[in-house]
C-alpha cells in the first residue's frame, strides 16, 4: 500500500496492490499537461486506487485522455483512458509520499521525445545552483 497526494495536501490518495508498470511517458499530451519533456508513471489498476482527500478537477483535452489534477495548486494526480487503457489508473510517481520507491522501468512514447533529450545524460549537473 502507498499514498500520495498533491503539493498543496488538498487532494490525497492510496495505492493498493502490485504496480503494473512505470515508464517515462514522452508523448506531446504529456508534455503539455506537465509542462515538462517527460512524465514518470506508475499504472495501477483502477480498483487499487482510491481517493482519500479531495475532489480533482479533471481536463479532457485528448479526446479519451481524461486528466485529474488538484484546483487548488494544480499537481497532476492521476490520468485514465478507457480505450487505450481499460482498468488502469497512471499516477505520477513523483506525486507518491515516497516517489523514489517506483524508478521507471522504460521509456515510452519516444516517437515524441524533444530531440535535445538525446544529450541530456551530459549535461552538466549542480548539487543545487550552478555557482
Same mark, same amino acid.
Given at each position: 500500500m502507498a499514498t500520495g497526494g498533491c503539493r498543496c495536501? =488538498? #487532494?490525497r490518495y492510496e495505492i493498493s496492490g502490485d504496480a503494473l508498470h512505470s515508464a517515462l511517458c514522452h508523448c506531446r $499530451?504529456?508534455?503539455m499537461a506537465a /509542462? =515538462?519533456?517527460m512524465v514518470a508513471w506508475l499504472a495501477v489498476k483502477a480498483e487499487g486506487f482510491t481517493l482519500l482527500q479531495g475532489n480533482p478537477a479533471?481536463? &479532457?483535452g485528448a479526446g479519451r485522455s481524461i486528466r485529474h489534477f488538484c484546483s487548488m495548486c494544480g499537481t497532476p494526480l492521476h490520468f485514465v483512458n478507457e480505450e487505450m487503457l481499460p482498468g488502469i #489508473? $497512471?499516477?505520477p510517481s513523483v506525486t507518491l509520499d515516497e516517489p523514489d520507491a517506483a524508478a521507471p522501468q522504460a521509456h515510452i512514447?519516444? =516517437?515524441e521525445r524533444r530531440a535535445w533529450m538525446a544529450g541530456? /545524460? &551530459?549535461l552538466p549537473?549542480?548539487?543545487r545552483w550552478p555557482g
Open positions: 495536501g =488538498a #487532494v $499530451d504529456c508534455q /509542462g =515538462a519533456p479533471s481536463y &479532457n #489508473v $497512471d499516477i512514447q519516444v =516517437a541530456a /545524460g &551530459n549537473e549542480f548539487e
